[in-house]
């Protein structure tokens, strides 16, 4: 049997863009996803927009009755920044605030601790607007949000995180163009990453100058990145990428310091930005009090089979190739890696390389396709996604034995949720979700999971 401490914190994962909807409710301003499926060139597969979801937003009651019944002890969820304030700034959206409050006390009668996130990939389009994380000007703005959530609802939230997986954001809406603005610009990915490094040490400042008696953290999607061969080249090219995808805000956000590596090759381009010195004394001084950790595929690297684009450095392929390794074990439902050992890995680099830092499995899942095709009996028979989980389950638990310090795993999702770039194409939650008629039907994985939390742990 596998059995996790007493009071580790078990439950699941959602955002607010991704579940919420109601995107034209109470004054809700827009975020650049509303913008992004406005403008028709950017659906993928002809994906529908943030506005068509499970209505966490109306149906949050209901909702968080399910999770009691799946004996979830916490939950995490992001503040819509747009619906809270509608322009980015200025004069709070009360009905925002009264809705994320009943939220909150809501999840506290039924005894879940709510995780809040204040930043899932959703800039408030007002702000984007002005450059987005472009602008120095937005992380004060954000600074400004973080103490206003803080000042709203820190008596009910005691775990706190600054930003999701801040490095998608830049990758994706700087180097790759799969979010807005699009861009393929060295120069500003690196400025944003480097702001939204700030914007979090100031966040965590602000939390800890209000003395509430909670925690602040991060969820970074720590992949870790393993190199082809021991070829010196392939291994370079491991490190570079570990640099790049993990090191970028993880340094800063638990070392208080960015890598001198990683400064180095940004200098090599001339690409670094005017640090203030306050700042970087911001970020030195207020590093975080626990990480999230989201997992879902590892990175499979190797050197560079020919010369890069000197015109686009950082892009993919810049420094490194992806190396399609042979056998790999694939999810042949939507594409990642299968490979549970990497949360073991991570485990150790955690407790070895970050002083031990307590740390949370913040989201670990299995999206699928056609879901519906294994249903039998009106359930549908996900054991594949059983396997994921009690697998990787499996080598999380061996890091906590050796002595990582993990405090709890929420998976991704509890009601099958939107997505950024393809909407209800890969369904994850433990939870199905009928778009149509809006029923929700537990999948054996979510009766499964009732018993791992029923037991704290698992036959393995
Ligand atoms: C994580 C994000 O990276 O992956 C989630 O935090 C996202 O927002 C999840 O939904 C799964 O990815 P996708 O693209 O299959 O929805």
């Known amino acids: ?144 949000y973080a103490w206003t959530c803080f000042h709203l609802f820190g008596d009910l939230v005691k775990h706190w995180f600054t930003f999701n997986e801040p490095i998608v954001h830049v990758e994706c809406g700087y180097l790759q163009c799969y979010h807005y603005p699009c861009k393929v610009d060295p120069k500003a990915a690196v400025l944003v990453a480097y702001h939204t490094a700030l914007a979090s040490a100031l966040a965590v400042k602000e939390y800890h100058s209000m003395k509430q008696g909670g925690k602040i953290g991060i969820v970074l999607n720590l992949t870790p990145a393993y190199p082809r061969s021991s070829h010196p080249e392939d291994q370079k ?50 590093t975080v009090d626990f990480l999230g950790v989201n997992y879902y595929h590892p990175f499979r690297v190797c050197a560079k089979a020919s010369l890069p684009n000197p015109a686009a450095p950082f892009t993919p392929g810049y420094y490194f190739d992806n190396y399609d390794m042979p056998g790999k074990r694939m999810n042949p439902y939507r594409g990642w890696e299968i490979y549970p050992r990497g949360l073991y890995d991570i485990a150790l680099n955690i407790r070895d390389n970050y002083g031990n830092i307590e740390w949370m499995v913040t989201e670990n899942g299995m999206g699928v396709e056609n879901e519906g095709r294994f249903k039998t009996d009106g359930i549908i028979q996900d054991d594949y996604r059983i396997d994921f989980y009690k697998e990787h389950l499996t080598w999380l638990h061996k890091g906590m034995e050796e002595g990582s310090h993990c405090i709890g795993y929420h998976v991704w999702t509890f009601v099958d949720c939107w997505s950024w770039l393809n909407a209800y194409k890969n369904r994850y939650g433990l939870v199905e979700l009928d778009l149509e008629t809006q029923k929700r039907t537990i999948k054996k994985s979510g009766y499964w999971y009732q018993e791992l939390l029923k037991n704290n742990g698992f036959e393995s």
């Open 237 to 286: 090219a491991a490190k570079i990428a570990e640099l790049f995808q993990n090191k970028s805000f993880l340094d800063p956000a638990v070392k208080g310091a960015y890598d001198p590596e990683l400064v180095t090759l940004i200098e090599k381009h001339g690409l670094l930005p005017e640090a203030v010195s306050e700042d970087l004394e911001v970020i030195r001084q207020n």
């Open 1 to 144: 049997m596998i059995k996790f401490p007493e009071g580790f914190y078990f439950g699941s994962a959602t955002s607010a863009t991704q579940c919420e909807g109601g995107t034209e409710n109470d004054g809700r301003g827009k975020n650049i996803w509303d913008l992004w499926y406005e403008e028709e060139s950017y659906k993928f597969h002809g994906a529908i927009g943030p506005g068509i979801t499970s209505s966490f937003y109306q149906n949050y009651k209901e909702d968080i009755q399910l999770m009691k019944q799946t004996g979830h002890n916490s939950f995490r969820t992001s503040i819509s920044w747009s619906r809270l304030f509608p322009q980015g700034y200025g004069e709070v959206n009360d009905k925002a605030a009264e809705f994320y409050r009943s939220l909150f006390l809501e999840l506290k009668e039924q005894g879940i601790e709510p995780f809040v996130n204040l930043y899932h990939f959703d800039m408030p389009v007002k702000l984007q607007e002005m450059g987005g994380w472009e602008n120095r000007k937005v992380v004060d703005y954000y600074k400004e």
